[in-house]
């Protein structure tokens, strides 16, 4: 009777749940549990308005998404539960929550439902920026040792930040709060009863190093007195090492859930590096993209190498005995959602819908005729601002070329081709750092789900795209780390790699580079590149003062 995991992957919409074969990765069961708050970006839930730019989450749906996918999953597979043996989770980041000493959230305390920074802040808010900047500039100038395996540059979206950004503007909560923790933390502290925080989203998130820890109080103190003992108090917690056990599932939430107490639970990771087993990243050179509402591309390497604007690299931080380099493009499938949501005409809506198809589909289909350079446009992919490699929230997209001809299906293609040139940006940025990509391997539901994508990701690139057919990447790397929580005692594995070889998708989507579109795309990225720069590097500041502009009427 074989055995089976559950993963749990907490996005930035739903959650998504698998029900895994351990000794084969057979996916048993799906189950899908959209968030019924979903982002929060205008007002709260008691209707106290929200600033712009403000992205939240409700933590009661992540509470609500495990009570329902789980019963869902046993009960459409008809598995016992005695035969699940672990569970993992996965979360996105960094979504940042203060919460009381037990691991109430704030926001859930009336004193506090009306406060904005009680809130889970999610991965794309980035209103921290100017407290990022100053974290960087104090790090730089005092020589922090931990600052280049960030490149040089602390984002917005990290947990420090948005620390003292709720200390500066919400004083009062700040020293409410017994901790602020990471909601891939969280989740595995309301499974287990068990505080801790992953080596994940410690080093990505939190300026934490394996050899010397978080920076010291004498920086945090030049940074804000009252911040002085945050890393101490604050974010206190063991640190739990990835592909390990974080603890047992505790009794009261295995009767809600409908599961046997005790089931090892595996420590929490972020949604995109979970998804490097999943998708059988194993070498050096080969980088994975994972393409959804964001993109994340990940590298390991034997080596060091100062890389400018990355996202961290932390040692065993992706899969064990490697490090792992982590860049980042925070605007993906928003981006073309944006497009498709706003300025799709309405006999295209109609087109779709007579034809059953989403009008993303129908946009793709109408694009992949045309060929590189027939649109006559271009576009910088920054319509939530940069990640890697400027680490520049201010920023904002651009789209040239616009004419009286210029129809939906090509600003489509040309916001691919943008996607794929800051892809491109990234792969070169590590390999004038040292580190070469030869290969790359591809997940998320852009791969999956649009051919045109990933052969205009190959085109640009230059290089052969592997899609592994997984179902749900990171629900599936999450059920990977649950076997390994298990271990070999409980029928599952002692390490990753072996666990991705029993339990990954042999079957894989190539998408090769097509030598006559990758010459065009050669000239046009030179073109991308000279606009990355001048809008980018402080040559022409425009986007900036367009912003401040914007804010100054009241936008």
Request: net charge negative.
């Amino acid at each position: 009777m074989h055995k089976c995991v559950i993963g749990i992957d907490f996005g930035t919409l739903s959650a998504r749940a698998l029900l895994v074969n351990v000794s084969d990765g057979a996916v048993l069961a799906q189950s899908v549990f959209p968030y019924p708050h979903g982002v929060m970006e205008d007002a709260l839930p008691g209707g106290a308005p929200l600033k712009a730019s403000w992205a939240l989450h409700h933590p009661r749906d992540y509470l609500d998404a495990l009570a329902y996918t789980v019963p869902d999953l046993l009960q459409k597979s008809g598995v016992d539960p005695s035969r699940v043996i672990g569970i993992g989770t996965d979360a996105t980041g960094s979504t940042v929550m203060p919460v009381d000493r037990a691991g109430n959230p704030l926001c859930l305390d009336p004193a506090f439902e009306d406060r904005p920074h009680a809130w889970a802040r999610i991965w794309k808010q980035q209103t921290a920026q100017d407290q990022a900047d100053r974290v960087t500039a104090l790090a730089a100038a005092r020589g922090e040792p931990w600052l280049p395996n960030y490149g040089g540059i602390v984002s917005a979206t990290w947990m420090l930040p948005k620390a003292l950004e709720t200390l500066e503007e919400d004083p009062e909560l700040y020293r409410a709060a017994a901790y602020f923790v990471e909601m891939a933390d969280w989740l595995v502290w309301q499974l287990t009863g068990t505080f801790s925080r992953s080596a994940c989203t410690a080093a990505y998130k939190a300026l934490w190093q394996a050899e010397s820890g978080y920076p010291g109080r004498e920086f945090t103190g030049a940074l804000h007195p009252e911040l002085k003992d945050f890393y101490q108090e604050k974010l206190a917690g063991p640190v739990t090492p990835l592909f390990s056990r974080a603890g047992l599932l505790r009794e009261d939430m295995a009767a809600q859930l409908g599961l046997p107490a005790g089931i090892p639970v595996a420590p929490g990771i972020l949604d995109a590096h979970v998804s490097a087993s999943a998708a059988g990243l194993s070498r050096p050179g080969e980088m994975l993209s994972i393409l959804g509402t964001s993109g994340c591309h990940l590298l390991l390497s034997q080596q060091e190498a100062d890389i400018p604007g990355i996202c961290g690299a932390a040692m065993d931080g992706i899969l064990p005995g490697c490090l792992g380099y982590e860049a980042g493009q925070v605007c993906y499938g928003d981006h073309l959602d944006w497009l498709v949501r706003h300025f799709t005409p309405v006999a295209y809506l109609e087109e779709a819908q007579a034809r059953g198809i989403s009008a993303h589909e129908l946009l793709s289909r109408k694009a992949a005729p045309l060929q590189p350079g027939q649109t006559g446009l271009m576009a910088l992919d920054w319509w939530n601002g940069n990640r890697s490699i400027l680490v520049d929230s201010g920023l904002r997209g651009v789209l040239i070329g616009l004419g009286l001809d210029t129809r939906a299906e090509e600003i489509y293609r040309a916001l691919l081709e943008a996607l794929a040139f800051g892809a491109r940006m990234i792969v070169q940025n590590f390999e004038r750092g040292g580190l070469p990509v030869d290969a790359v391997r591809a997940t998320g539901g852009i791969s999956q789900k649009n051919p045109l994508a990933m052969q205009i990701y190959a085109d640009v690139l230059k290089l052969p795209v592997q899609v592994p057919k997984v179902q749900q990447g990171s629900a599936f790397g999450s059920a990977i780390l649950a076997a390994l929580a298990a271990g070999e005692e409980r029928g599952g594995y002692a390490d990753v790699y072996t666990a991705m070889e029993h339990m990954m998708p042999k079957e894989t989507v190539e998408y090769l580079p097509n030598p006559a579109h990758a010459a065009v795309y050669d000239t046009l990225f030179q073109e991308y590149e000279r606009l990355h720069d001048y809008f980018g590097r402080g040559e022409n500041p425009v986007l900036k003062k367009l912003a401040a502009i914007k804010a100054a009427a009241g936008g």
